[in-house]
């Protein structure tokens, strides 16, 4: 393969940018996590903080990392970051845990999801779900393998039809509900934690940083990095707010406890009868297809940088792009059986715990980032500068903190387990490292 072929088009504009955000973003979480949220805060106002504490958490790492983004647009996105600020084992630690758990796992994740409401919906028996949500991973990983504007034709649409089902449960739930909204009890007295609450919030939050791993593929990075990142996490988190003051005046705190997942679905039936809420779970279906779709998209151009400095094993193959549709079509298929292996031993539950903990690890180091770039580019001008500096970034490394401690908290030895295995990088770090220089 020459190496004109290997260089990914540049064909990824504002539009796919801001929807890749959006479409990442907006999935399962404010679907599944209303009564949870509520359960956890044992009351509707600080269910709602919960919400807006998250947006706000999200949206300054996002702040911040596109002043990093900006600076350095390259294919790759965290780990890149991390490698260019600190050194090459710190990128790579960043990356190996990317490619062995987060992207495999919130592949699976989304994917057992999508299995389990699609049979649900359509009373299919529930041992099929997991051949359903596997069948889906498949046929959007060849779908992204035919190229970049095909699967981001596949997220724009996908984030578009999204927002239609959202839309209808906001304007006409704040419109026609006649439930009370704020200072409303959620029946649960037991185990009452606005930090378990903001937890659960940013795992609805999570993934907007993967729009910084296709930066190589957008036409002007430095310009349509930050602008994608601003727009797409503002706008989410007016979204979210809505979504749960809409389902709020819809039923009462108590019901959405106790339904759960069920919880739009059945504000959806109240609204517009039962075939609203048949609607409504396909608009959830829709949802979680285009948040899928997302996660495939771009995260196998982590393998695929990596792959490119020689960090992997076969990173020969790893490397390649198709010489037609200029895909990483090797990187794919590599994060697409790691998916299907987890969704084969675990749960989503499980299985999103892991991912949000994983990552939220090197989310310190990349805000922290901000403040060595700054330092070590004193003078230079830069083409977007994080505002309110230093505040936005330290709000940002606060809020990790908090992720992080409570996940040790409330999920001690999963939590270990995923640092042993992010810490095993090291040593394949050194192997391939040795590796490379003697050849």
Same mark, same amino acid.
């Given at each position: 393969m020459q190496m004109s072929e290997n260089h990914l088009k540049k064909d990824i504009g504002f539009t796919v940018a801001l929807s890749l955000v959006v479409g990442t973003v907006i999935g399962s979480g404010v679907f599944m996590k209303p009564g949870i949220i509520l359960a956890q805060t044992g009351n509707s106002t600080d269910a709602l903080w919960a919400w807006l504490i998250a947006g706000i958490i999200t949206l300054a790492g996002g702040l911040t990392i596109a002043e990093i983004? !900006?600076? =350095?647009?390259?294919? &790759?996105?965290?780990?890149?970051? @991390?490698?260019?600020?600190?050194?090459?084992?710190?990128?790579?630690?960043?990356?190996?845990?990317?490619?062995?758990?987060?992207?495999? !796992?919130? =592949?699976?994740?989304? &994917?057992?999801?999508?299995?389990? @409401?699609?049979?649900?919906?359509?009373?299919?028996?529930?041992?099929?779900?997991?051949?359903?949500?596997?069948g889906f991973v498949l046929f959007l990983a060849g779908v992204n393998m035919f190229g970049t504007k095909y699967g981001g034709f596949v997220q724009t649409l996908s984030t578009v039809i999204k927002l239609i089902p959202i839309a209808l449960i906001i304007i006409f739930g704040l419109w026609k509900g006649q439930s009370q909204i704020f200072d409303m009890g959620s029946g649960l007295t037991e185990e009452i934690s606005m930090g378990a609450a903001v937890l659960a919030a940013l795992f609805a939050y999570d993934g907007w940083i993967l729009v910084g791993s296709v930066a190589g593929e957008m036409k002007n990075p430095t310009k349509l990095l930050p602008k994608a990142i601003i727009v797409g996490l503002t706008l989410v988190t007016v979204i979210y707010l809505l979504v749960n003051l809409a389902l709020l005046h819809v039923l009462p705190a108590e019901q959405i406890v106790a339904l759960g997942e069920n919880a739009a679905g059945t504000a959806a039936s109240v609204l517009f009868g039962d075939m609203g809420g048949k609607l409504i779970s396909i608009g959830i279906i829709i949802s979680i297809f285009g948040c899928l779709n997302g996660k495939i998209m771009a995260f196998p151009r982590i393998p695929f940088a990596m792959a490119e400095r020689r960090?992997?094993?076969?990173?020969?193959?790893?490397?390649?792009?198709?010489?037609?549709?200029?895909?990483?079509?090797?990187?794919?298929?590599?994060?697409?059986?790691?998916?299907?292996?987890?969704?084969?031993?675990?749960?989503?539950?499980?299985?999103?715990?892991?991912?949000?903990?994983?990552?939220?690890?090197?989310?310190?180091l990349a805000f922290l980032a901000v403040f060595i770039l700054r330092k070590r580019h004193s003078g230079t001008p830069r083409p977007y500068s994080v505002p309110l500096y230093p505040i936005i970034p330290l709000v940002a490394i606060i809020g990790s903190l908090f992720v992080i401690i409570s996940s040790l908290m409330n999920e001690p030895m999963g939590s270990l387990m995923v640092v042993g295995i992010t810490l095993a990088g090291w040593p394949l770090y050194q192997f391939m490292n040795r590796k490379s220089m003697v050849n």
């Open positions: 983004g !900006a600076q =350095i647009p390259k294919t &790759g996105g965290l780990n890149v970051y @991390l490698e260019e600020t600190y050194g090459k084992v710190w990128g790579y630690l960043c990356g190996w845990m990317q490619t062995i758990i987060y992207g495999p !796992a919130i =592949i699976g994740t989304l &994917g057992l999801y999508l299995g389990s @409401l699609i049979t649900n919906l359509f009373a299919i028996q529930e041992e099929w779900s997991i051949w359903m949500g596997i960090q992997l094993p076969g990173s020969r193959y790893l490397m390649k792009v198709h010489p037609k549709f200029k895909t990483p079509i090797f990187a794919i298929v590599l994060q697409i059986v790691l998916a299907i292996i987890l969704m084969l031993l675990s749960d989503p539950n499980r299985l999103s715990d892991i991912a949000v903990f994983s990552t939220f690890l090197f989310y310190i």
